[in-house]
């Protein structure tokens, strides 16, 4: 609750930001709620249903993303955003694909990460991206664009990403918490750089997933790219404490290889949940088409879960008694 407090002040003492006003190069980065003046374009996007390529210009450079506007969007209804964020080497197409993301009932939005070693793409806080692009101002920037030109839902945005995008979106829970409402991670890349800021941001909700057999980001930990890479529980645990959630987590068992570890009680709200998979690689629970080396079980969807838990998160509480 203190969090969604946090951000209604903040609001407040800005005045709502009016997003798009300068180019996104002049805008600083908005950790803080903003009015979706696109609710007031009474014109319908061309292309609802498909998925397209768009660009913005953020810190001095283009920056690429995919868009699906689902066919269910009317222009002055406020909508919920989905950015979900690819691993290193993709490019949002491939994340697109084996997520089904684009099937909810919301803006999926798909940023392309900039090339880093290699020339392949990747997100800030990974020991290969490309040094000195600033990501999170690339985020914010976009939402800034978004919410100018479309009618966005400011309580309903929520980030989700798969390996070094799941790192960077755990970065993001950390760097803008009180502008994205609740994060979900998959395979996730947690090197040190995701998490700088951490420990003096807000609680912010949090669900995550991670095989037990990851041949790429090991379970347990390991040295990935030269660097740490921390125990699954041990990373999770440290979400649950900075939540100041329940000492230990609730255990469920989902059918024959699934764990779901639930910490409850957390202040605000902010809920940390982790789904063990006992055997799965480096892949999307319920993955569509192929989603990296290993098994993927379909015991779970995950990107059900993560809407499930989305919608429970929201920025702000609509008290209706």
């Known amino acids: 609750m203190m969090r969604r407090l946090l951000a209604v002040a903040a609001a407040a003492a800005i005045g709502l930001a009016l997003p798009g006003v300068a180019s996104a190069d002049d805008n600083p980065v908005h950790d803080y709620p ?15 249903g498909t998925t397209v390529d768009e660009t913005i210009t953020s810190g001095g450079i283009q ?28 490019d949002g197409s491939d994340i697109a694909a084996f997520s089904g ?20 793409r990747a997100w800030e806080s990974a020991p290969y991206a490309a040094v000195g692009v600033d990501d999170v101002k690339f985020v914010s920037d976009l939402l800034d664009h978004l919410q100018g030109t479309l009618c966005v839902d400011p309580n ?20 803008l918490p009180l502008r994205i409402a609740a994060f979900g991670t998959i395979a996730g890349a947690y090197y040190p750089g995701t998490t700088t800021g951490c420990d003096t ?10 095989g037990t057999a990851d041949p790429t980001i090991a379970y347990d930990g390991d ?11 041990v990373w999770a645990q440290g979400k649950a404490d900075h939540n100041h959630c329940t000492a230990t987590p609730e255990q469920t068992n989902i059918g024959t290889d699934v764990i779901e570890f639930a910490w409850t009680g957390c202040a605000q709200h902010e809920n940390v949940t982790h789904y063990r998979i006992l055997g799965a690689g480096h892949t999307w629970p319920g993955e569509l088409v192929d989603s990296g080396p290993g098994s993927a079980t379909q015991t779970i969807k995950a990107t059900q879960v993560i809407w499930n838990f989305f919608t429970a998160h929201p920025l702000l509480l609509h008290l209706t008694h």
């Open 34 to 48: 903003i009015l979706s003046f696109g609710c007031l374009n009474p014109q319908t996007p061309d292309n609802l």
């Open 63 to 90: 920056r690429d993303y995919l868009i699906h506007v689902p066919t269910s969007y009317r222009p002055f209804h406020p909508m919920p955003v989905v950015m979900a964020f690819h691993g290193r080497k993709g």
């Open 101 to 120: 993301i684009d099937s909810l009932d919301a803006i999926a939005v798909y940023p392309v990460g900039a090339k880093g070693e290699a020339d392949q």
């Open 156 to 175: 309903r945005i929520f980030a989700t990403g798969k390996s070094n995008g799941a790192g960077f979106v755990a970065l993001l829970a950390c760097q």
């Open 201 to 210: 941001s807000p609680p912010a909700p949090i669900v995550d997933f991670h």
């Open 223 to 233: 040295v990935s790219h030269g660097v740490p890479t921390p125990p699954l529980m």
